[in-house]
């Protein structure tokens, strides 16, 4: 009877083991960017993809398709009051974030209610909040992985050779 509950205990021990191995060596793990504009907390929490030597734009994130902007489950935007984005006022809570890049145009950025989804494989137009065109801004450094920032006025992203700001007031 001993060697029953010992073997069980083994393999519930075995099993939480690799869980944790799993969920804590992620290729692209998750991160948060926090930060105030005006009297408003905003946070992105994302999956942060590295480069390792690819070609992002174009290529891995294709051009004139919609992009979870992150990697695994949907990048989100949080605000804990209203913020305006360009002209629009986005009340506060919690936003499913993508983009929508092109190579000879401006992108396209877009809040959804749908925060939710893994991908972009939930994401439904119908549910945007916000549709923004923003301007790429290319860099000579390499942003090896993905990262966002909050900045007092706006949200900024940074991948590979690509810049994008996102003016948040």
Do not use: C, H
């Amino acid at each position: 009877m001993d060697k029953k509950i010992m073997m069980k205990k083994l393999k519930f021990t075995i099993v939480l083991l690799m869980i944790a191995t799993l969920t804590f060596a992620q290729e692209s793990p998750r991160k948060q960017a926090t930060g105030k504009i005006g009297a408003a907390t905003a946070i992105v929490d994302y999956g942060s993809p590295s480069v390792k030597g690819r070609t992002i734009w174009g290529e891995l994130v294709k051009f004139d398709e919609v992009w979870r902007a992150g990697a695994n489950e949907n990048t989100t935007f949080s605000f804990d009051k209203d913020v305006k984005i360009g002209n629009t006022i986005v009340k506060a809570g919690k936003y499913g974030f993508f983009i929508i890049p092109s190579e000879n145009k401006e992108w396209t950025v877009i809040l959804n209610s749908k925060n939710d989804a893994w991908g972009s494989n939930g994401y439904n137009q119908e549910l945007d909040v916000l549709r923004m065109d923003v301007k790429p801004i290319n860099t000579d450094k390499n942003q090896e992985a993905l990262d966002y920032s909050i900045g007092e006025k706006e949200i900024t992203i940074k991948w590979e050779n690509v810049k994008i700001v996102i003016p948040v007031q």
